[in-house]
């Protein structure tokens, strides 16, 4: 008995051992600073993470995610865990996930929001999660949706489903940033359909996307899922644009 678990014992130093000679040579960086991280650090170092402007939405009620669609559509709560802003850490990771297949920022601040969400009150009562889908030659282009690694550790967090196969994209647009609000939700709205949604009536779905900025591409998603009979829904983002 003591013999094998000092051979465990050993085993698990030579294991330290290997990854500490590794980390020598091929040293994890922080995805925002670029400094090489310690070993209780896992994808950006800590004077970043301290840095990244938190919201704390999940905790308050009529928030400004809440607040931007007033008039528009029904949501029942709405989060976002930082603020997003132009040329800041924040724009630096999901930028990281997005062009640099770096997934784990995706379930990095999947598990950071979903503790935050899981301590609040304001979202006990979800069944399931439902991304915002990327189409087929988007996901083949960049080789993932970068709000899957997002919503599974989500998922993880409040112990629900994660389900993409309900809502899907069909056909993509042109980038149509210099648009005003009305234009683009015209162009978006016929773009998402709803698939297998006998599950879902008088369920209380958690829709999710990577960046909030008008709301125009959650407001035609919202639009789709409206088609489902009792359906509730509520959203949570990476971030927030002010
Ligand atoms: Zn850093």
Redesign the pocket.
Known sequence: MLKNKILLLKKGTAMNFLKDIFNLFFPDI??????H?TKNETT??????H?LPLTYFSLEEDNLVEKSFYGRIPVENATALFYFLKKG?VQQLIHQLKYNKQQQVGTFIGNWLGAEMAESNRFKKLDCIIPVPLHQKKIKLRGYNQVTAFGESLAKKLTIKYDETILVKVSSTKTQTKKIRFDRWKDVQELFKVQHNSSLVNKHVLLIDDIITTGATLEACCKALSKIEGLKISIACMAYTK
């Open positions: 922080c995805l925002c600073c670029h400094k991280l950006i170092c800590l004077t970043c993470r840095d850490k």
